[in-house]
């Protein structure tokens, strides 16, 4: 069993020595290779990761068509600004093709988990030459997969799955003792501008973790759409995370006079202090009629937006 560290009992320097020290341990002389997403925990692993081993490890960004608007670009930018060169790996293909007619949601997630480490990255393995893939894996990832709430796509080891026999590289995971608030003080003491360690959480499946049912290009556009803007309208309240999911049923909705049989958005913000609990944040009614608003009007084909009231649990942050 995995041995928690809490935030408060937290001592960040020695941390980051013992798992730089671990991570070059492990690697040797060889080389290694991590996929930073832009959220908080794989851009703490990619500093660990550079401290550790500087230019022999090779940090990818896989485009997987499921990120926010520009995103790829953005998060490039501001680790080229700390030194930290990022490659953009497009495989917006390979995950949709992957994902096409799929509704199920662990099957959702066992395509993403699939597509992500067997293929693209078996593949940039293989060419890199590395041995170990890092990457951000947290407790509660842990937690919520063994508990079967569900399938995180970074849980491997604690499900008896072997990495080496799955996909033909070690895996190494520094943050497995920590949750979120304990990750956020690591990432401040590397050095990370508080526009990556301390920006709300996003999920490793993405947006397609916000869409029930079929994943498809035209879906991630709405999606992508109103979480531009939940995410400037919310971002001043200090929640700990803030989303918009786009249900699969569709609903009656009018539009200049007419029936409009149109797509709902359903927006969460989450009050919570480790994700393992939260409530949704007590928002103003005029914000709540703003949201809906802007989605309405700014987000083809959406006509309807309400705001989930039920805590997790037994409600989960996330929709799927």
Not at 137 to 150: H, R, S
Not at 219 to 230: G, M, N, P, S, Y
Not at 268 to 280: I, L, Q, V, Y
Request: aromatic share 6%; net charge negative.
């Amino acid at each position: 069993m995995t041995k928690e560290i809490l935030a408060e009992k937290l001592d960040e320097k020695a941390f980051i020595d013992e798992k730089v020290a671990e991570i070059r341990q492990q690697v040797g002389d060889g080389i290694a290779i991590n996929a930073l997403s832009g959220g908080v925990d794989s851009s703490v692993v990619t500093m660990l990761g550079h401290l550790a081993l500087g230019s022999r490890l090779r940090t990818v960004l896989i485009d997987n068509a499921l990120m926010r608007e520009g995103e790829p670009v953005r998060v490039a930018g501001l680790f080229k600004a700390l030194g930290i060169d990022i490659e953009i790996v497009d495989a917006r293909e390979e995950f949709l093709a992957a994902l096409k007619g799929i509704t199920d949601p662990e099957e959702k997630r066992e395509a993403i988990t699939q597509t992500f480490y067997k293929k693209v990255f078996g593949r940039l393995v293989k060419e890199s030459g590395a041995k170990f893939l890092l990457q951000g894996t947290i407790l509660t990832d842990i937690d919520e997969t063994v508990a079967g709430i569900k399938r995180q796509h970074n849980v491997f080891e604690q499900l008896g799955i072997d990495p080496r026999e799955a996909f033909g590289y070690g895996i190494i995971e520094p943050l497995i003792q920590l949750r979120k608030d304990g990750v956020r003080k690591v990432g401040r003491a590397t050095g990370l501008p508080a526009e990556l360690f301390d920006r709300i959480p996003f999920p490793g499946p993405a947006l397609a973790a916000r869409i029930i049912g079929e994943v498809t290009q035209e879906r991630l556009d709405t999606v992508r759409k109103a979480t531009a803007i939940v995410e400037e309208l919310l971002k001043e309240t200090g929640a700990f995370q803030y989303l918009a999911i786009l249900h699969n049923d569709r609903v009656t909705g009018m539009r200049d006079g007419k029936r409009d049989f149109g797509q709902q958005i359903e927006v969460r913000c989450w009050d919570s202090h480790d994700a393992r609990t939260a409530k949704p944040t007590q928002l103003p009614y005029s914000l709540l009629v703003e949201l809906a608003s802007r989605i309405t009007s700014e987000v083809p084909g959406v006509v309807s937006v309400t705001y989930n009231i039920a805590s997790k649990p037994s409600s989960t942050i996330e929709a799927i």
